[in-house]
């Protein structure tokens, strides 16, 4: 997982150029209950590619752990088998920790204010530059204070990633760690799928909506103008399916106000007309709320 603020990757996987993303799908080959072969799937292939030297593999029942070892780095990966192909397994949890000693890693920089980060900073080497991050525009992401501690979590997709940093003279911050954990669907037949910078603004007569707004990343609004082929419904306090008909197809999305600010997040999308809210809304956690 990069850093989302710049790209930076403190400690790609072992095996797996540096410019792929973290997977999400592999196969393990596992005899006498040691792990002796990987595949990352791609589509419908596995593509072999070895075990990695600094890996170690724990087989539990329908789970697998890889750590991985890199100079001071660890990182911790939870597989969990597929409930129908016994060979497939999810990446459900990834827990890295860095060496915050490490000169080669960017130090972070935050100003706080009542207990909030007001603004934040990232400094690259000596002679690296330092880049400016408006956190007013990092949408479903929320900071929290603890001491000598920042915490940043942040919801994309259904991957719910937490930073943390810690200081050691109350000015210079490093990434500590990281926290990936994918949200299981479970049987839902509508899947968490966070958009995050795909926002609205709705204005409601009961449960019929009446005006509808995107909101852009600055905060600012811009009208929707009405569509034939575009309806709004409220199946629930907080959520607002949008109906789009194209032709003879028909898709939806769903988008939430888990805070209670007024601005609804897509969460969710698909073809047809059946949204499993119920399912959707097991998804959807306090933590997550918090940030949408």
Not at 85 to 93: C, E, I, K, P, R
Not at 102 to 107: E, F, G, H, L, M
Not at 139 to 164: Q, Y
Request: aromatic fraction near 8%; charge should be negative.
């Amino acid at each position: 997982m990069r850093d989302h603020h710049t790209g930076f990757d403190p400690f790609a996987i072992a095996g797996r150029p540096d410019d792929e993303p973290a997977p999400g799908d592999v196969r393990f080959t596992i005899q006498g209950g040691r792990v002796t072969g990987i595949g990352h799937v791609v589509g419908s292939r596995a593509i072999a590619t070895g075990l990695p030297a600094n890996a170690t593999f724990i087989v539990g029942a329908g789970t697998v752990t890889e750590t991985l070892t890199r100079d001071a780095a660890t990182a911790t990966l939870t597989w969990t088998a597929d409930a129908h192909d016994a060979s497939l397994y999810h990446l459900a949890h990834e827990e890295r920790t860095f060496d915050t000693t490490s000169a080669d890693t960017p130090t972070y920089g935050f100003v706080l204010r009542g207990g909030t980060v007001a603004a934040m900073t990232q400094t690259f080497g000596a002679d690296g530059g330092t880049h400016t991050v408006d956190v007013a525009r990092l949408v479903a992401s929320a900071f929290t204070v603890d001491g000598g501690t920042v915490i940043e979590t942040t919801i994309r997709g259904n991957t719910l990633v937490t930073l943390t940093f810690t200081t050691t003279d109350g000015t210079a911050y490093k990434l500590a760690s990281e926290t990936v954990s994918v949200v299981p669907a479970g049987a839902a037949a509508t899947v968490l799928d966070v958009e995050p910078y795909e926002r609205m603004r709705f204005t409601f007569s009961g449960d019929t909506v009446t005006l509808a707004h995107a909101v852009k990343m600055d905060g600012s609004t811009i009208a929707v103008p009405p569509h034939a082929g575009v309806t709004y419904t409220r199946p629930a306090a907080g959520y607002v399916v949008e109906t789009i008909m194209r032709g003879t197809d028909t898709f939806y999305e769903v988008f939430h106000d888990g805070s209670g600010d007024g601005i609804y997040t897509a969460v969710a999308h698909g073809s047809g007309t059946a949204v499993d809210l119920a399912g959707l809304q097991a998804q959807i956690t306090a933590q997550i709320d918090l940030l949408l």
